[in-house]
Nanobody
Framework: QVRLVESGGGLVQAGGSLRLSCAASGSVSNIRAMAWYRQGPGKKRELVAAITSAGVANYADSVKGRFTISRDNAKNTVYLQMNSLTPEDTNVYYC?????????????WGQGTQVTVST
């Protein structure tokens, strides 16, 4: 069991920056990867960035060069630094954790944090 709590969302003008945080608690030793997803009104939830427990990261094409995912293992926290934001980045951003327990895999989700980018 893992609990994920996101923070750092807010309102920013186009071209600005935000940093999202996701703090994990519970069975954190079983986490194999963490990721950020986003979902806007009437849209599907899409992967933004992911990072494995070994630190290997990947990004959606739409955010490459603008967003950076990072981790602080001591704090069991994952961050998403978002730069050069555009109105198209307006979404609810969700933290996700993939756990492995024996042969089983489990996914956990945070509550989401709103990011709004104005023109």
């Amino acid at each position: 069991q893992v609990r994920l709590v996101e923070s750092g969302g807010g309102l920013v003008q186009a071209g600005g920056s935000l940093r999202l945080s996701c703090a994990a608690s519970g069975s954190v030793s079983n986490i194999r990867a963490m990721a950020w997803y986003r979902q806007g009104p009437g849209k599907k939830r899409e992967l933004v960035a992911a990072i494995t427990s070994a630190g290997v990261a990947n990004y959606a094409d739409s955010v490459k060069g603008r967003f950076t995912i990072s981790r602080d293992n001591a704090k069991n926290t994952v961050y998403l630094q978002m730069n050069s934001l555009t109105p198209e980045d307006t979404n609810v951003y969700y933290c996700n954790a993939l756990l492995r327990v024996g042969r089983d895999h489990d996914d956990y989700w945070g509550q989401g944090t709103q990011v709004t980018v104005s023109t």
